[in-house]
T-cell receptor, first 110, second 112 residues
């Protein structure tokens, strides 16, 4: 099955710093999403981005499908950005499942 | 608009017991998927249902089963619970297969 690797596994930043999270995947996909998991376990949708670039406030994402990677940019980080960021991919096939990476745990210090 | 709702939010069961988890998708969404997330890992796919039919199954034992009702809500059933079934169970709702998925708040199951 498709492999999803996220890097770095852990990231510690000072408030106000910028960061880039990476997601590599091993096969072509037709679905890619970025999520933020809050301390209570809820997965919050950040971007649905199987290709191209999107921006939402301080966050932006780029997926280069032909090179099998996606990047999530966080600018001017805030303490409320802390949590685990997941990339999940899907591809057509018998299973219709989304495959998640192991996540990047972000800690933003005041 | 109501998002994806799951019930219950927390549950404690004893080994060997059976559990039923429930999920109501976003209005208009016809696909429901179930995921298991153990501590420190990403969610793992269990089932997908679309238009009330099973469309996908992950690598989970037959103790896990699910169904989708005419109103598109869904149940996940787990029989003969093991300690290793302790996890956060997440339900995802989407309009169709392979479209943007939205997750509920999850059910945290503890097996003792």
């Amino acid at each position: 099955g498709i492999q999803v690797e996220q890097s770095p596994p852990d990231l510690i930043l000072q408030e106000g710093a910028n960061s880039t999270l990476r997601c590599n995947f091993s096969d072509s996909v037709n679905n890619l999403q970025w999520f933020h998991q809050n301390p209570w376990g809820q997965l919050i949708n950040l971007f649905y981005i199987p290709s191209g670039t999107k921006q939402n406030g301080r966050l932006s994402a780029t997926t280069v499908a032909t090179e099998r990677y996606s990047l999530l940019y966080i600018s001017s980080s805030q303490t409320t950005d802390s949590g685990v960021y997941f990339c999940a991919v899907g591809r057509p096939g018998n299973n219709n499942d989304m495959r998640f990476g192991a996540g990047t745990r972000l800690t933003v210090k005041p | 608009d109501a998002g994806v709702t799951q019930s219950p939010t927390h549950l404690i069961k004893t080994r060997g017991q059976h559990v039923t988890l429930r999920c109501s998708p976003i209005s208009g969404h016809k696909s429901v998927s179930w995921y298991q997330q153990v501590l420190g890992q990403g969610p793992q796919f269990i089932f997908q249902y679309y238009e009330k039919e099973e469309r996908g199954r992950g690598n989970f034992p037959d103790r896990f089963s699910a169904r989708q009702f005419p109103n598109y809500s869904s149940e996940l059933n787990v029989n003969a619970l093991l300690l290793g079934d302790s996890a956060l169970y997440l339900c995802a709702s989407s309009f169709a297969k392979n479209t943007e998925a939205f997750f509920g708040q999850g059910t945290r199951l503890t097996v003792v």
